[in-house]
């Protein structure tokens, strides 16, 4: 009777993980965000402020079309948008206040 219930387990790892990552990439982004915007630096790379939220975004898509639990994908898809969005948005005032240097 319970062996009718087990299924194949072979490769359910990855859309979990996927979810989570996308998650932490939202964190991640943010962390980064504060610490630029807060030490008025590029203590990291400007193109990790852009990449790593694609990233996020792209995970976040992959592990929405999963079976298993969808809340980290959903958290990592608003963040990593939220990081983008606020990045364009700065971008664009800052250029608009003082668009030569």
Known sequence: MEL?????????LLH??????????????????????????????PQALY?????????????????RSKMYAWWGIGLNIFVLLFSFVILILAWSINPKP
């Open 16 to 45: 979990p993980i996927t979810g989570m990552i996308s998650f932490l990439c939202g964190i991640f982004s943010l962390v980064e965000l504060n610490i630029n915007y807060l030490f008025l630096s590029s203590f990291f790379l």
């Open 4 to 12: 009718a219930f087990i299924k194949n387990k072979k490769g359910t």
């Open 51 to 67: 990449s790593i939220p694609i990233l996020g975004i792209f995970s976040g898509i992959v592990a929405l079309f999963t079976r």
